[in-house]
Nanobody, 116 residues
Framework: VQLQAFGGGLVQAGGYLRLSCAAS????????MGWYRQVPGKQRDLVAR????????NYADSVKGRFTISRDNAKNMVYLQMNSLKPEDTAVYYC??????????WGQGTEFTVSS
């Protein structure tokens, strides 16, 4: 498995969810990792990224204060804790390297729906 995101489902507005992503070592190692999301008919957008040190993070304005990205370098895993979910967070979520110049082949995303 190169990149595989999981943890999606159905959640009510205001609820929370945690996504996980397993990455192969060649993709994960020494790279900034990001969580991206895509809704049908729109481009895939970056929502959060985390540097290889696991300390430096950045978030899209739309999720700032609600989402938290983290990583476990020993396990080649990236996580996205999502709180106070809104219907507009509904999308398919993917993980990959950041920036776009080092993007790997997109793997399986995970979809979740936030009901109002």
């Amino acid at each position: 498995v190169q990149l595989q995101a999981f943890g999606g489902g159905l959640v009510q507005a205001g609820g929370y969810l945690r996504l996980s992503c397993a990455a192969s070592g060649s993709i994960f190692r020494l790279n900034t990792m990001g969580w991206y999301r895509q809704v049908p008919g729109k481009q895939r957008d970056l929502v959060a990224r985390i540097a290889r040190d696991g300390i430096i993070t950045n978030y899209a304005d739309s999720v700032k204060g609600r989402f938290t990205i983290s990583r476990d370098n020993a396990k080649n895993m990236v996580y996205l804790q999502m709180n106070s979910l809104k219907p507009e967070d509904t999308a398919v979520y993917y993980c990959n390297r950041f920036p776009s110049s080092v993007i790997a082949a997109w793997g399986q995303g995970t979809e979740f729906t936030v009901s109002s």
